[in-house]
C-alpha cells in the first residue's frame, strides 16, 4: 500500500522518495525472517492457530502506523506489520496442499494469487484516494479496521484441525531435509529475481507517473489498477501452465519478455497510458511464473509443506526488499532509467536460471523428488 504514498510520505519526515521507499522494503525484512519459522509451526501445530495470529498481528501493525510521529516509529510499525503477514500466505498454500492432489493444486493456487492481486487491484486506488482526502494517516486506519474484520470472519470460517499430541516442531529436521531436495535453491533463487523486478515495477510506478507525467497522486489509482489488473490475468495463466510439461519453457520465456516490458516503462519516454499498457504487459508476463514456482515447491515438499512454502516467501520477500531497497537507491543515484534496468535484469537472470538450472528436475518431469 505504500506505492502511492511515497511522495507523501517524504514530505511528511522531511525526507527523500529514495529513504521512503525504504519504508516499503522494511516489511519485506521482517516478512522474510519471520516465514522461515512460521512454516514448521504450522506444520506441527496447525494451519488455523497460524492464520488467525498473523492476521492479527499485521492489523495491529497497521494501526500502530496511526500513531507514527517520525520515520523511525514507522519503520518498527512495518517491521511489526511484516511479522503478521509472512503468517498468512504460506499457511494458505499449504491448505491448498492439504486439500488437493498435486496434478489438481494449479488451479487453486492461481485463484489464490488472483485473489491476493485482487486486495491491492481494490485497495491500492482506495489508499491513492484517502491518502489524497485525509492525509496518508487515513490509510492506515481504514485497513487497519478492514485487518480487525477479516480476523472475525476467519475465526468463523478457517477449519479447525486437530492435532496430534507431542507433535514435533523439528525446525532444523525439516529445513536440513528440504534443503537436501533437487533442485529447490535454483527455484528459490529464480523467484526471488522475480519479486525483484515485480516488486520495483510496482513500487515506483506510481511515483514515476507523477514525476514523469505530472499526475496528482489519486490520479495514479486507475493506471495501477489496471497493472495489477495484467498481474491477475497472469497468475491465472500461470495457473494452467502449472500443471502442462512444458511450464518451465514457457515461465523462462515469459520471464524474458516480461523484463523486457518492465525495463522500457522507466526507461523509455512514452504517453502515461502507453506507459500504464507496458506495466501491464510486464506484470502480466512476470506473474505467469508466480503459480508455477507455488505449484514446485509443493511437489517438492512431502510433508513438510508449510516449511517449503516459508522457505519461497522468504524468497519472495528478499526479491521483494530487493526490488525497493535497491531500486530506491538506483533512482537516488542514477534516475528512473536505472530502476528499469534493475527490473530488466533480474528477470532475464531468473529467466537463464530456470531455463537452464530447473529444466531438469525430477519435479519438472513429473516424478518424486530425490533427495
Known amino acids: 500500500m505504500l506505492g502511492p504514498l511515497l511522495i507523501a510520505l517524504a514530505a511528511a519526515f522531511q525526507t527523500s522518495v529514495a529513504a521512503a521507499g525504504q519504508l516499503a522494503a522494511a516489511i519485506n525484512l521482517s516478512w522474510a ?41 514507522l519503520l518498527v510499525c512495518r517491521l511489526v506489520t511484516g511479522i503478521g503477514a509472512a503468517m498468512i500466505p504460506p499457511n494458505s498454500m499449504a491448505f491448498i496442499a492439504d486439500h488437493f492432489p498435486p496434478a489438481e493444486r494449479g488451479r487453486p493456487i492461481s485463484i489464490l494469487i488472483s485473489a491476493s492481486l485482487l486486495g491491492p487491484v481494490l485497495a491500492i486506488p482506495l489508499v491513492a484516494l484517502l491518502a489524497d482526502l485525509g492525509g496518508w494517516r487515513t490509510p492506515f486506519a481504514a485497513f487497519g479496521v478492514v485487518c480487525l474484520i477479516l480476523w472475525g470472519l476467519q475465526w468463523l470460517w478457517l477449519p479447525r484441525q486437530r492435532q496430534a499430541a507431542g507433535r514435533a516442531v523439528a525446525f532444523v529436521a525439516r529445513f536440513t531435509a528440504l534443503s537436501r531436495r533437487n533442485g529447490i535453491w535454483h527455484v528459490l533463487a529464480a523467484n526471488a529475481l522475480y519479486q525483484t523486478a515485480a516488486f520495483a515495477l510496482f513500487t515506483y510506478l506510481a511515483t514515476f507517473l507523477v514525476r514523469a507525467s505530472g499526475m496528482r497522486e ?25 500443471g502442462r510439461p512444458w511450464r518451465i519453457g514457457a515461465v523462462a520465456l515469459t520471464l524474458l519478455v516480461g523484463g523486457v516490458f518492465a525495463g522500457m516503462v522507466f526507461a523509455v519516454v512514452l504517453s502515461p497510458w502507453l506507459t500504464v499498457l507496458f506495466a501491464a504487459a510486464g506484470a502480466l508476463l512476470l506473474t505467469v511464473f508466480e503459480p508455477v514456482t507455488w505449484a514446485l515447491m509443493a511437489e517438492l515438499a512431502g510433508e513438510s509443506r508449510a516449511t517449503a512454502n516459508g522457505m519461497l516467501a522468504t524468497s519472495n520477500q528478499l526479491g521483494a526488499m530487493i526490488g525497493a531497497s535497491v531500486g530506491g537507491l538506483l533512482l537516488a543515484f542514477g534516475g528512473f532509467s536505472l530502476v528499469g534496468l534493475l527490473c530488466l535484469g533480474a528477470a532475464v537472470i531468473a529467466a537463464l536460471v530456470i531455463g537452464v538450472k530447473v529444466q531438469g528436475m525430477s519435479a519438472v518431469r513429473g516424478q518424486p523428488a530425490e533427495a
Open 33 to 73: 525472517i519471520t516465514a522461515l519459522f512460521v512454516g514448521p509451526i504450522s506444520d506441527a501445530y496447525g494451519r488455523r492457530r497460524v492464520g488467525l495470529t498473523g492476521l492479527m498481528v499485521m492489523g495491529g501493525g497497521i494501526l500502530g502506523s496511526i500513531l507514527a510521529w517520525d520515520y523511525w516509529a
Open 218 to 242: 489519486r490520479e495514479t489509482a486507475l493506471p495501477l489498477a489496471v497493472a495489477l489488473l495484467g498481474a491477475m490475468v497472469g497468475s491465472l495463466l500461470g495457473g494452467t501452465v502449472a
